[in-house]
């Protein structure tokens, strides 16, 4: 995802008084140098040909920004000052309060100007500063920009996107050869590549929101092209409405697919014919969830919410998931698809490892030290997982 650095910001600038080039400069809690931007193309209308300088009146260290490189160059992305953005006008703990009550929904809130700074980084790639609370001045214009050359930027904005996105998705080339691989590193391939394109998808919803949806700029810079003029905007056309809506008649009619069927394709990790890993994950997620107490002092945000017990439960749930979809489905977790099962035991295994490694660091924390029978039954728990794990796939590989 995006490096977000609205909370570590100090004060900053950004200089778009040169055409096509914006320039910048912005210090960071921790940093004792200021990070510089050197970047090709222009603000939006109302930031383009000036110069604006922020403060965040209540700046905190963000520990990802250690990975940011000093000298920033490469592409501008969309930079605003006037993004409308709803906040809250309560305090951060009452709203809070609220969402965990399930009444977030109440809050008020009021729509503010945002500033909204965006680049795409030789060295760090998207990097983001967004903040409706920053103190802004900004210049007077030296050079204006019209609606033409605004609508211009915004299409290279998202021409700049698409081709982030695509580094990121890394498609391959089309296969000439259309048979069936079921080999278990074909199917590793097939995943990593969906895990790409799902890290994209998502990076593209956090820019532009489920509104995107309905439109084209999601499908433009996923580079699905064959989708777009299919969002909201292309149903415009009353009498291409109308046809569409008539066309039910020429239809042959759906087949009616029995939900019943589809649950019964579904085993049950209570049932009998569930396999022992599918219940033995999942009895060890329910015993994380309901056994350990997450507001322990341990588990306060020190690293952007990335703490030994976050990542514990995150990969023992996944290896929960993984498995039920693997194990869980009639017809594919027996032998139909080994390579299948062999390639997602692979990625279990790692997670296994991953959580035993956060499991150790919590067993040497002060914080736990009265909590290490239960977290030693954790650990044989996850490491009668993982035996579990290599026999099934021994046992697939002999078949």
């Known amino acids: 995802m995006a490096l977000r650095l609205d909370q570590a910001i100090i ?15 912005f210090w960071l809690v921790g940093h004792a140098e200021p990070i510089t931007l050197d970047l090709r193309g222009n603000a939006w209308r109302d930031a383009a040909g000036c110069r604006i300088t922020f403060t965040n009146p209540t700046p905190v260290a963000q520990p990802l ?147 995107a949806l309905d439109d084209d700029r999601l499908a433009f810079v996923m580079g699905w092209d064959h989708m777009l003029g299919t969002g909201d905007a292309a149903a415009d056309d009353d009498e291409k409405e109308a046809a569409d809506g008539e066309a039910w008649k020429t239809q042959p009619a759906p087949v009616d697919t029995d939900a019943d069927d589809l649950d019964n394709l579904i085993i049950d990790e209570d049932s009998p014919e569930a396999h022992p890993l599918h219940q033995r994950s999942h009895a060890l997620v329910l015993r994380l969830l309901t056994e350990i107490n997450e507001e322990r002092a341990e588990n306060a945000e020190t690293s952007d919410g990335d703490t030994p017990l976050n990542r514990f439960i995150r990969n023992c749930m996944n ?73 099934l796939r021994k046992e697939l590989r002999e078949k």
């Open 319 to 391: 290896i929960s998931g993984k498995l039920a979809g693997a194990l869980g489905i009639r017809g594919f977790g027996g032998s139909n698809n080994p390579g299948y099962i062999l390639a997602i035991l692979r990625r279990c295994l790692n997670w296994a490892n991953e959580a035993l490694a956060a499991l150790n660091e919590l067993m040497a924390a002060p914080e736990w030290q009265d909590r290490l029978e239960l977290l030693n039954d954790f650990r044989a728990e996850l490491f009668a997982l993982r035996d579990g794990m290599t026999d």
């Open 11 to 25: 004060r900053g600038e950004i200089d778009n008084t040169s055409r096509g080039n914006v320039r910048g400069k």
């Open 65 to 211: 920004t250690a990975t940011l490189a000093q000298k920033q160059t490469g592409h501008a992305g969309d930079i605003t000052a006037s993004r409308k953005v709803k906040v809250f006008t309560v305090p951060e703990d009452e709203w809070i309060a609220a969402y965990e009550d399930g009444n977030i929904q109440e809050v008020p809130t009021e729509w503010r100007n945002s500033l909204y700074v965006e680049w795409f980084s030789a060295t760090n790639g998207r990097v983001v500063i967004e903040s409706a609370d920053f103190e802004l001045s900004i210049s007077a214009w030296v050079w204006e920009m019209d609606a033409a050359e605004e609508q211009a930027q915004q299409m290279a904005n998202l021409q700049t996107m698409r081709t982030w996105l695509a580094d990121i998705i890394q498609r391959p080339e089309p296969k000439t050869d259309a048979a069936f691989d079921d080999h278990e590193d074909s199917w590793e391939d097939s995943l990593k590549q969906s895990d790409r394109l799902s890290d994209a998808h998502m990076e593209a919803l956090e820019k532009f929101g489920e509104d």
